[in-house]
T-cell receptor, first 113, second 110 residues
Framework: ETGVTQTPRHLVMGMTNKKSLKCEQHLGHNAMYWYKQSAKKPLELMFVYSLEERVENNSVPSRFSPECPNSSHLFLHLHTLQPEDSALYLC????????????FGDGTRLSIL | EDKVVQSPLSLVVHEGDTVTLNCSYEVTNFRSLLWYKQEKKAPTFLFMLTSSGIEKKSGRLSSILDKKELFSILNITATQTGDSAVYLCAVDSGNNDMRFGAGTRLTVKP
């Protein structure tokens, strides 16, 4: 148990579907992150939230839309995804957004048909 | 472009062996370097390094950072089958970016 819970664990969706990934942290952290982990590629940072404010960073296609309603919850809304978006999506949290170890959830395995 | 390179990409050893995993980096604004262990699911934190030459230890694992030569090593002594995992190196490069290497897959055979 890492203190970071992601749901669902697995998700299969068609390219025209709309779905959301959910992440909840029980650690009292102020920063939350979404990562994409594809086969044989390094973990890619997608989004960073600090105190519920989104930080602009790596360019991510607009078909991925994050939402952070409070410091404990983070969502990733998905629509019109492509087959290359199939991957493991990991959520993480840390006390602060820099120079802090991150605690990861177990991820959502996403498959796009 | 910022990059983090880990070597070797994979490694197979026998129980009791000592292994050294390497991580080199090129980033514009170094803040810290972190090591994680990823078994089947969530990466778990091992070490965070910010200063050169100061070894961090946790049981059979240790790590050190060289900010002049831009690399870090992770040592595991007396390896056990439970050490089998992918070991990830990440650099916090400021600009709200955490850059990960591709990982080293370690397999420890009985």
């Amino acid at each position: 148990e890492t203190g970071v819970t992601q749901t669902p664990r697995h998700l299969v969706m068609g390219m025209t579907n709309k779905k959301s990934l959910k992440c909840e942290q029980h650690l009292g952290h102020n920063a939350m992150y979404w990562y994409k982990q594809s086969a044989k590629k390094p973990l890619e940072l997608m989004f960073v939230y600090s105190l519920e404010e989104r930080v602009e960073n790596n360019s991510v296609p607009s078909r991925f839309s994050p939402e952070c309603p409070n410091s404990s919850h983070l969502f990733l809304h998905l629509h019109t995804l492509q087959p290359e978006d199939s991957a493991l999506y990991l959520c993480a949290s840390s006390q602060e957004p820099h120079n802090q170890p991150q605690h990861f959830g177990d991820g959502t395995r996403l498959s796009i048909l | 472009e910022d990059k983090v390179v880990q070597s070797p990409l994979s490694l197979v050893v026998h129980e009791g062996d000592t292994v050294t995993l390497n991580c080199s980096y090129e980033v514009t604004n170094f803040r810290s370097l972190l090591w994680y262990k990823q078994e089947k699911k969530a990466p778990t934190f091992l070490f965070m390094l910010t200063s050169s030459g100061i070894e961090k230890k946790s049981g059979r694992l240790s790590s050190i950072l060289d900010k002049k030569e831009l690399f870090s090593i992770l040592n595991i002594t007396a390896t056990q089958t439970g050490d089998s995992a992918v070991y990830l190196c990440a650099v916090d490069s400021g600009n709200n970016d955490m850059r990960f290497g591709a990982g080293t897959r370690l397999t420890v055979k009985p």
